[in-house]
């Protein structure tokens, strides 16, 4: 079920930006943009804790920028420099519960990026 709502992605070439938007992420312990490519695993693109720390993977870091608007219960990822190889369906999801689990997940959005 979702219950987060992610807009944003689209079509760039190969060095534009795009940012995308999760609504609906209010408190969360843990979030958690991930990308997926069909056929391919799920890939974890950056990971937000509740003690303001955040991590990237997957050799987006330099280029990935995760932030979060408090008053709109919503949070961002700005993607610069980006690769055709970032071309994926970019997810969402959050722990709102402090469960240890996915308590909520977005819809998906696609970004795709041509050479």
């Known amino acids: 079920q979702v219950q987060l709502v992610e807009s944003g992605g689209g079509s760039v070439q190969a060095g534009g930006s795009l940012r995308l938007s999760c609504e609906g992420a209010r408190d969360p312990c843990r979030f958690d943009w991930f990308r997926q490519v069909p056929g391919k695993e799920r890939e974890l693109v950056a990971v937000?804790?509740?003690?303001?720390?955040?991590r990237y993977f997957n050799s987006v870091e330099g280029r990935f920028t995760v932030s979060r608007d408090k008053d709109r219960d919503t949070v961002y990822l700005q993607m610069n420099s980006l690769k055709p190889e970032d071309t994926a369906m970019y997810y969402c999801?959050?722990?709102?519960?402090?469960?240890?689990?996915?308590?909520?997940r977005g819809q998906g959005t696609q970004v795709t990026v041509s050479s």
């Open positions: 937000m804790y509740d003690s303001g720390d955040i």
């Open positions: 999801a959050a722990d709102l519960q402090c469960l240890g689990t996915y308590t909520h």
